[in-house]
């Protein structure tokens, strides 16, 4: 099954579970095995596998084990930055976002229209 924006959270929590244990399984490792070699409970990897919320810590161990901290970096690549944004930041990398004037006003008084009544 391919993970979508359309799934729910639970959906997305359950086919990660489930990929995890294939993966887990196609390396020949147990449970406890993948447990003891993250440094979490076997109980813990029962409850990701079946699709339950884990802390981020305990997934980076278990991608690690399961040798997928490439597919990590894939996932969620490297910002990078334009070259005329650093010259208009003066070579500072940004650090927040700032909202433009224009984008402000319509939000505070809406979109412009011709002036027509509705």
């Known amino acids: ?32 095995e993948l447990a003891d070699r993250a440094g979490v409970g076997k109980r813990t ?3 990701v596998e079946a699709g339950q919320s884990a802390q981020m810590t305990t997934l980076v161990r278990l991608l690690r084990v399961l ?12 910002e990078t930055v334009r070259p005329m944004t650093l010259l208009k930041q003066g070579g500072k990398l940004p650090q927040r976002v700032r909202k433009r004037d ?13 002036g027509e009544s509705e």
């Open 67 to 78: 040798e997928l901290m490439p597919a990590l970096d894939a996932m969620i690549p490297a």
């Open 102 to 114: 224009d984008e402000q006003k319509v939000r505070e008084t809406g979109p412009w229209t011709w």
């Open 45 to 47: 990897i029962e409850r």
């Open 1 to 32: 099954m391919s993970i979508s924006d359309t799934m729910s959270d639970e959906a997305v929590l359950a086919e990660l579970g489930r990929r995890l244990a294939q993966r887990r399984i196609a390396l020949r490792l147990s449970q406890a």
